[in-house]
């Protein structure tokens, strides 16, 4: 499951977005939505949170996370604290909905290997008439 969460302008208008795959590489699911105003580091958790609400309603029990946020990746996986008041609510909820899968993992890649996510974040942006570019 890829996750992209950006926002233009910091905080501005943001979308969240994921992208579920087969282990085979075949396509399950893709989603964007709009936040409203928000951070980039909301947006990317949000992304985190729509992907696994996604992954669990096709029946998906184990789940790969792959996003371009090391400091999601690492606050989940306890390398960092979570000291931001806004993130300590989200990062609980993706805990908790992480609990839901049997197995599961996160790791980062560069932002061009997250390149759909990427991409249907700064549609649903644009879609919606947000200037600039997301991070």
């Known amino acids: 499951m890829h996750v992209d969460g950006g926002a233009r302008g910091n905080p501005g208008p943001a979308a969240a977005a994921s992208v579920i795959s087969a282990s085979d590489g075949e396509l399950l699911d893709e989603h964007a ?12 958790y949000r992304a985190l949170l729509l992907g696994l609400e996604r992954a669990r309603a096709i029946g998906a029990d184990e789940v790969e996370v792959i996003g371009d946020s090391e400091l ?12 931001n008041d806004a993130l300590r609510a989200l990062h609980a909820q993706a805990s908790s909905a992480l609990r839901a899968f049997d197995r ?3 790791r980062t890649v560069p932002r061009e290997r997250n390149a759909r996510a990427d991409a249907l974040v700064n549609a649903a942006l644009d879609a919606a008439g947000a200037a600039g570019n997301a991070a």
Not at 73 to 83: D, I, P
């Open 72 to 83: 999601i990746a690492k606050q989940l996986q306890g390398t960092y604290k979570v000291k």
């Open 104 to 106: 599961w993992s996160v």
């Open 33 to 44: 939505q709009l936040l409203g105003t928000a951070t980039n580091n909301v947006a990317e």
